[in-house]
Protein backbone atom coordinates (compact mmCIF):
# COMPACT_ATOMS: atom_id res chain seq x y z
CA UNK A 1 0.00 0.00 0.00
CA UNK A 2 1.04 3.27 -0.87
CA UNK A 3 1.91 5.65 2.29
CA UNK A 4 1.86 9.14 2.10
CA UNK A 5 2.60 10.82 5.78
CA UNK A 6 2.58 14.36 6.91
CA UNK A 7 4.52 15.57 9.92
CA UNK A 8 1.78 17.00 11.89
CA UNK A 9 -1.75 16.33 11.79
CA UNK A 10 -2.92 19.52 13.90
CA UNK A 11 -0.50 22.49 14.11
CA UNK A 12 -1.28 25.93 15.71
CA UNK A 13 0.77 28.94 14.47
CA UNK A 14 1.04 32.87 15.53
CA UNK A 15 0.54 35.52 12.65
CA UNK A 16 3.69 35.97 11.38
CA UNK A 17 5.76 32.99 12.33
CA UNK A 18 7.46 30.81 9.37
CA UNK A 19 5.91 27.64 9.12
CA UNK A 20 6.94 23.90 7.47
CA UNK A 21 4.69 21.52 6.48
CA UNK A 22 6.59 17.97 5.80
CA UNK A 23 5.40 15.25 3.98
CA UNK A 24 6.91 12.09 2.67
CA UNK A 25 5.91 9.01 0.99
CA UNK A 26 6.89 5.62 0.19
CA UNK A 27 6.27 4.50 -3.29
CA UNK A 28 8.74 6.36 -4.86
CA UNK A 29 6.41 8.43 -6.77
CA UNK A 30 7.25 10.62 -9.24
CA UNK A 31 5.03 13.61 -8.62
CA UNK A 32 4.12 15.13 -5.16
CA UNK A 33 1.44 17.85 -4.76
CA UNK A 34 -0.03 20.30 -2.08
CA UNK A 35 -3.60 21.59 -1.79
CA UNK A 36 -5.80 23.31 0.85
CA UNK A 37 -8.95 22.59 1.20
CA UNK A 38 -11.53 25.37 2.63
CA UNK A 39 -15.73 24.44 3.41
CA UNK A 40 -17.19 25.40 -0.23
CA UNK A 41 -14.30 25.65 -2.09
CA UNK A 42 -12.80 22.51 -2.25
CA UNK A 43 -9.17 21.00 -2.85
CA UNK A 44 -7.37 24.14 -4.61
CA UNK A 45 -3.94 23.22 -5.41
CA UNK A 46 -0.84 25.06 -3.92
CA UNK A 47 2.54 24.09 -5.61
CA UNK A 48 3.41 20.53 -7.30
CA UNK A 49 6.77 18.58 -8.13
CA UNK A 50 7.25 16.31 -10.99
CA UNK A 51 10.84 15.76 -10.01
CA UNK A 52 13.24 16.11 -7.88
CA UNK A 53 14.21 20.14 -7.46
CA UNK A 54 11.78 20.70 -9.56
CA UNK A 55 8.72 22.98 -8.79
CA UNK A 56 5.61 24.49 -10.33
CA UNK A 57 3.03 27.09 -9.44
CA UNK A 58 -0.38 25.91 -8.82
CA UNK A 59 -3.68 28.06 -8.31
CA UNK A 60 -2.88 29.56 -5.24
CA UNK A 61 0.88 29.53 -4.69
CA UNK A 62 0.89 33.05 -3.23
CA UNK A 63 2.28 33.46 0.46
CA UNK A 64 3.48 29.78 -0.14
CA UNK A 65 6.93 28.16 -0.95
CA UNK A 66 7.91 24.23 -1.43
CA UNK A 67 11.19 22.33 -1.34
CA UNK A 68 12.05 19.07 -2.91
CA UNK A 69 15.69 18.25 -2.29
CA UNK A 70 14.81 14.33 -2.17
CA UNK A 71 12.60 12.24 -4.14
CA UNK A 72 10.18 11.02 -1.07
CA UNK A 73 10.12 14.45 0.49
CA UNK A 74 8.02 17.54 -0.26
CA UNK A 75 7.70 20.59 2.27
CA UNK A 76 5.43 23.55 2.18
CA UNK A 77 6.68 26.54 3.86
CA UNK A 78 4.44 29.69 5.00
CA UNK A 79 7.13 32.47 4.81
CA UNK A 80 5.46 34.81 7.48
CA UNK A 81 1.87 32.74 8.33
CA UNK A 82 -1.26 34.66 8.67
CA UNK A 83 -5.08 34.18 9.63
CA UNK A 84 -6.36 33.77 5.85
CA UNK A 85 -3.76 30.99 5.89
CA UNK A 86 -5.79 28.92 8.63
CA UNK A 87 -6.97 25.73 6.41
CA UNK A 88 -6.46 22.52 6.50
CA UNK A 89 -3.54 21.31 3.95
CA UNK A 90 -3.07 18.14 2.08
CA UNK A 91 -0.22 16.36 0.48
CA UNK A 92 -0.68 13.94 -2.69
CA UNK A 93 1.81 12.03 -4.23
CA UNK A 94 1.25 10.52 -8.28
CA UNK A 95 3.27 7.28 -9.89
CA UNK A 96 4.05 9.30 -12.53
CA UNK A 97 3.25 8.75 -16.53
CA UNK A 98 0.67 6.37 -17.43
CA UNK A 99 -1.22 6.73 -14.01
CA UNK A 100 -3.32 9.08 -12.63
CA UNK A 101 -4.00 8.01 -8.99
CA UNK A 102 -3.07 10.59 -6.35
CA UNK A 103 -2.85 8.88 -3.00
CA UNK A 104 -3.34 11.66 -0.51
CA UNK A 105 -2.01 11.83 3.39
CA UNK A 106 -4.00 12.72 6.07
CA UNK A 107 -3.96 16.07 5.95
CA UNK A 108 -2.38 18.66 8.82
CA UNK A 109 -5.07 21.21 10.21
CA UNK A 110 -3.75 24.15 10.24
CA UNK A 111 -4.95 27.22 12.70
CA UNK A 112 -2.84 30.62 12.71
CA UNK A 113 -3.97 33.27 15.23
CA UNK B 1 -15.50 30.74 -13.21
CA UNK B 2 -14.86 27.60 -11.71
CA UNK B 3 -12.80 24.62 -13.72
CA UNK B 4 -15.70 22.20 -11.97
CA UNK B 5 -18.99 22.65 -10.18
CA UNK B 6 -20.55 20.63 -8.31
CA UNK B 7 -24.07 20.75 -6.31
CA UNK B 8 -22.70 20.91 -2.07
CA UNK B 9 -25.92 18.48 -1.41
CA UNK B 10 -26.52 17.25 0.89
CA UNK B 11 -28.71 14.64 -0.76
CA UNK B 12 -30.31 12.46 2.04
CA UNK B 13 -31.31 8.67 0.62
CA UNK B 14 -32.97 6.39 2.48
CA UNK B 15 -30.52 2.46 2.33
CA UNK B 16 -31.56 0.92 -0.63
CA UNK B 17 -31.83 4.01 -2.90
CA UNK B 18 -30.40 5.19 -6.23
CA UNK B 19 -28.55 8.34 -6.20
CA UNK B 20 -26.98 10.20 -8.97
CA UNK B 21 -24.66 13.16 -8.74
CA UNK B 22 -23.59 15.85 -11.24
CA UNK B 23 -20.40 17.57 -12.24
CA UNK B 24 -19.98 20.39 -14.93
CA UNK B 25 -16.51 21.27 -16.22
CA UNK B 26 -15.59 24.51 -17.90
CA UNK B 27 -12.64 23.69 -20.38
CA UNK B 28 -13.45 21.46 -23.30
CA UNK B 29 -10.27 20.23 -23.80
CA UNK B 30 -10.40 18.64 -20.04
CA UNK B 31 -8.36 15.19 -20.64
CA UNK B 32 -9.35 13.03 -17.62
CA UNK B 33 -12.14 12.67 -15.07
CA UNK B 34 -12.58 10.83 -11.68
CA UNK B 35 -14.62 10.64 -8.45
CA UNK B 36 -13.18 10.64 -5.31
CA UNK B 37 -14.58 9.72 -2.28
CA UNK B 38 -13.65 11.83 1.02
CA UNK B 39 -15.26 9.94 4.57
CA UNK B 40 -15.52 12.97 7.41
CA UNK B 41 -11.77 14.09 8.79
CA UNK B 42 -10.59 11.59 6.18
CA UNK B 43 -8.47 12.01 3.10
CA UNK B 44 -9.93 11.88 -0.36
CA UNK B 45 -9.34 8.07 -1.82
CA UNK B 46 -9.85 7.56 -5.73
CA UNK B 47 -13.46 5.90 -6.25
CA UNK B 48 -13.00 5.19 -9.94
CA UNK B 49 -11.87 6.93 -13.37
CA UNK B 50 -14.53 7.53 -15.67
CA UNK B 51 -14.26 6.82 -19.28
CA UNK B 52 -15.63 8.18 -22.59
CA UNK B 53 -18.08 5.15 -22.93
CA UNK B 54 -18.83 4.88 -19.30
CA UNK B 55 -17.80 2.49 -16.79
CA UNK B 56 -19.43 0.58 -14.07
CA UNK B 57 -17.66 -0.92 -10.90
CA UNK B 58 -20.19 -2.99 -9.16
CA UNK B 59 -23.12 -0.53 -7.63
CA UNK B 60 -21.22 2.84 -8.90
CA UNK B 61 -21.61 3.99 -12.62
CA UNK B 62 -19.61 6.74 -13.90
CA UNK B 63 -20.62 8.37 -17.04
CA UNK B 64 -18.98 11.44 -19.32
CA UNK B 65 -20.85 13.97 -21.53
CA UNK B 66 -17.95 15.71 -23.29
CA UNK B 67 -20.56 17.42 -25.37
CA UNK B 68 -22.33 18.69 -22.16
CA UNK B 69 -19.21 18.89 -20.49
CA UNK B 70 -20.43 17.18 -17.62
CA UNK B 71 -19.50 13.70 -15.46
CA UNK B 72 -22.10 12.13 -13.06
CA UNK B 73 -22.31 8.75 -11.01
CA UNK B 74 -24.78 6.74 -10.09
CA UNK B 75 -25.25 5.05 -6.80
CA UNK B 76 -27.70 1.78 -6.98
CA UNK B 77 -28.86 0.41 -3.77
CA UNK B 78 -27.38 2.50 -1.63
CA UNK B 79 -25.47 1.33 1.60
CA UNK B 80 -25.13 3.45 4.93
CA UNK B 81 -21.27 2.70 4.40
CA UNK B 82 -21.77 5.10 1.06
CA UNK B 83 -22.25 7.65 3.20
CA UNK B 84 -19.49 10.78 2.02
CA UNK B 85 -18.22 13.17 0.47
CA UNK B 86 -17.89 12.29 -3.37
CA UNK B 87 -15.49 14.96 -5.46
CA UNK B 88 -15.33 14.94 -9.08
CA UNK B 89 -11.90 15.72 -10.01
CA UNK B 90 -10.58 16.80 -13.62
CA UNK B 91 -7.05 16.81 -14.69
CA UNK B 92 -5.56 19.22 -17.40
CA UNK B 93 -2.57 19.82 -18.75
CA UNK B 94 -0.49 18.47 -15.70
CA UNK B 95 -2.83 20.07 -13.08
CA UNK B 96 -5.72 18.57 -11.40
CA UNK B 97 -9.06 20.32 -10.57
CA UNK B 98 -11.39 18.86 -7.82
CA UNK B 99 -14.60 20.26 -7.15
CA UNK B 100 -15.75 21.33 -3.57
CA UNK B 101 -18.15 17.93 -3.31
CA UNK B 102 -21.46 16.30 -3.13
CA UNK B 103 -22.02 15.39 0.20
CA UNK B 104 -24.11 12.03 0.58
CA UNK B 105 -26.56 10.41 3.53
CA UNK B 106 -27.27 7.36 3.63
CA UNK B 107 -30.24 6.93 6.17
CA UNK B 108 -31.48 3.58 7.56
Not at chain 1, 1 to 26: A, H, I, M, N, P
Not at chain 2, 24 to 52: G, H, I
Not at chain 2, 79 to 104: E, M, P, Q, R, W
Request: hydrophobic residues 30%.
Amino acid sequence: DVKVTQSSRYLVKRTGEKVFLECVQDMDHENMFWYRQDPGLGLRLIYFSYDVKMKEKGDIPEGYSVSREKKERFSLILESASTNQTSMYLCASREGRGSYEQYFGPGTRLTVT
Amino acid sequence: RKEVEQDPGPFNVPEGATVAFNCTYSNSASQSFFWYRQDCRKEPKLLMSVYSSGNEDGRFTAQLNRASQYISLLIRDSKLSDSATYLCVIHNFNKFYFGSGTKLNVKP
